[in-house]
């Protein structure tokens, strides 16, 4: 029944792993879930209160306005000053059912087929698979440690830059916690708009940071005047995965390109949502994110501290809520990830799932308590040090 479009698009690997998780909770199991990556901590309390309040409105049930609420465009433009001196105008601003879904229609509102969409690999797997869907050709963006999981822009083909229409960026990144700065936003605008390219950053995780705030592609002088869009997300800032709520700042005609699109596709945010979200982000969202970052740097440290105890390396985090491990030798990320949960109860993401430059890690998502954290380290441990005798028993025996 599938269409041979949908047929083309890798698996999910995100939905396989939480269906494993759940038939492993159901048979009784106690499985520790550092696989995906959905906070577990509560929303502001006034946010919910406003809600509420924004539900009794009648004109919330009916359509929103296509590109959001003006209070919400507004309070989105009043942030954006307050944290990182841009102020853009109206026409840069775009309200979406969360930022996955804007990434996912980006290439069909931008891009023809045949088109090449440069994708980091690793990475989020909504660019590579929106590429796919708009049939459009993927083409890695390689990330490496060596160069703080950065791509260089330089060790691409001229004729895969000649063939590109759009260049998707993730910073603060997912899934190896890295970010970039403002000299790596700029040469990125630089070589996309020389070659005739759509810069698009994923900063969903852009209030998520440890140490200080980084930048974000927007706040970069005259980049609204370029062609380039960014994508953020209430979800990770408010703690409100499943309201399904963010927004898009761009140029105006990128902007206008996702606009048309979406215009086609769905009606926009439930206003009483807007409305709320506005409220919170004018009055009290920066002290919640403070406590939502604070919290999440106690759980980096804890767990930093149990991965340098028990022997495994990782890429020190400075943003999001993930640490990208190194996977142990002699496993492939799929290989280890699969034993860990069958042996130790212990659900982590492969790196495997973000592209083939991610099979030699794993992703841990801080979305459970420090001490739970520790707990999981101890069970990884085990399991590694069994399998480890095992294999040396097996090759001393000559097997």
Known sequence: MKSKRLL????????????????????GRDVINLGIGDPD????????????????????????????????KEAIRRYLERQYAVSPEDEHILVLIGSKEGIAHLPLAVCNPGDAVLVPDPGYPVYHSSALFAGCRPVPLPLEEKHGFLPRFDSQSESDLG???????NY????????????????????????????????AYADIYFEERPPVLSAIEGALDRPMIEFFSFSKMLCITGWRAGFAVGNSEVIEAL?????????????????????TLNEDADAFTREVRDRFRERRDAVRTMLERTGFKCFHPRATFYAWVEVPSPWTSMEF?????????????PGIGFGA????????????????????????????????????AKGDRGE
């Not at 063939?163 to 960026?169: E, H, N, P, S």
């Not at 603060?172 to 810069?199: C, K, Q, W, Y």
């Open 337 to 349: 990830a699969l034993m860990l949960l069958e042996t130790a109860d212990v659900l982590v993401t």
């Open 8 to 27: 083309a698009l890798p698996p999910y690997l995100f939905e396989d792993l939480e269906n494993r998780y759940r038939r492993a909770v159901s048979s």
């Open 172 to 203: 603060p990144n997912n899934p190896t916690s890295a970010v970039a700065g403002e000299v790596f936003f700029r040469e990125a605008l630089d070589v996309m708009e020389r070659h005739g390219i759509i810069t698009a950053n994923d900063a």
């Open 41 to 72: 901590l509560l929303p502001p309390a006034s946010l919910t209160r406003r809600l509420g309040e924004a539900l009794r409105n009648k004109n919330h049930h009916r359509y929103p306005p296509q590109r959001g609420l003006p209070s919400l």
């Open 259 to 279: 606009s048309h699109l979406k215009a086609n596709v769905d009606s926009g945010v439930f206003g009483a949502v807007q409305e709320a979200i506005a409220l």
């Open 163 to 169: 063939a590109a229409r759009l260049c998707y960026l």
């Open 357 to 392: 430059g991610g099979d030699r890690f794993f992703r841990i998502a801080l979305t459970c308590p420090p001490e739970r954290l520790v707990e999981a380290g101890e069970r990884m441990q085990a399991v590694v040090r069994e399998a480890q005798r095992t294999e040396s």
